[in-house]
T-cell receptor
Framework: DSGVTQTPKHLITATGQRVTLRCSPRSGDLSVYWYQQSLDQGLQFLIHYYNGEERAKGNILERFSAQQFPDLHSELNLSSLELGDSALYFC????????????FGPGTRLLVL | DAKTTQPPSMDCAEGRAANLPCNHSTISGNEYVYWYRQIHSQGPQYIIHGLKNNETNEMASLIITEDRKSSTLILPHATLRDTAVYYCIVRVDSNSGYALNFGKGTSLLVTP
């Protein structure tokens, strides 16, 4: 158990819909990272937040957004969903900005029908 | 970004040492080598990391060559539960913050 929690574990929705994925980092960790893992793309970095502020963006679509709240939990919002958004979504946390040891949650499996 | 090259797959007999190689010939002097593994769609699990010196923890050992162009992750006594995809990662620099670039990894199969 990494100490990172993610909800929900599974999510099934329809194209065009919007969903919110939630991540609670390890106690005391200030950084949260989001990654997407699809069959054809592998594990890809989406976005990084540190202590409530966005620090870096990776291959994140404009339809996706994220935020980190004062209690340090983070949410990833996916809108106008397409079939190709079906994937595993992982969040990871680390102690501080630049601390490279990231600890991953169990992931949310999203299926868009 | 320093890229890594790993064999796509390897086999290892249970109880034997598993030696997983990684080439990172373009690594910069201040970049660390990290190893993670992913067991069947679970969240990636941190194993070990190092800069120049060899490192050992309760899970594995990491051997980095003197020129730092390659490294080897050693699982000293592989068990069936070590069957996973193993990723060798070199720290991505500031363009992507501190994201991890996972690549394709090595699929390790531990057999009875």
């Amino acid at each position: 158990d990494s100490g990172v929690t993610q909800t929900p574990k599974h999510l099934i929705t329809a194209t065009g819909q919007r969903v919110t994925l939630r991540c609670s980092p390890r106690s005391g960790d200030l950084s949260v990272y989001w990654y997407q893992q699809s069959l054809d793309q592998g594990l890809q970095f989406l976005i990084h937040y540190y202590n409530g502020e966005e620090r870096a963006k990776g291959n994140i679509l404009e339809r996706f957004s994220a935020q980190q709240f004062p209690d340090l939990h983070s949410e990833l919002n996916l809108s106008s969903l397409e079939l190709g958004d079906s994937a595993l979504y992982f969040c990871a946390s680390s102690a501080w900005d630049g601390e490279e040891t990231q600890y991953f949650g169990p992931g949310t499996r999203l299926l868009v029908l | 970004d320093a890229k890594t090259t790993q064999p796509p797959s390897m086999d290892c007999a249970e109880g034997r040492a598993a030696n997983l190689p990684c080439n990172h010939s373009t690594i910069s002097g201040n970049e660390y080598v990290y190893w993670y593994r992913q067991i069947h769609s679970q969240g990636p699990q941190y194993i070990i990391h190092g800069l120049k010196n060899n490192e050992t923890n309760e899970m594995a050992s990491l051997i980095i060559t003197e020129d730092r162009k390659s490294s080897t992750l050693i699982l000293p006594h592989a068990t069936l539960r070590d069957t996973a995809v193993y990723y060798c990662i070199v720290r991505v620099d500031s363009n992507s913050g501190y994201a991890l670039n996972f690549g394709k990894g090595t699929s390790l199969l531990v057999t009875p």
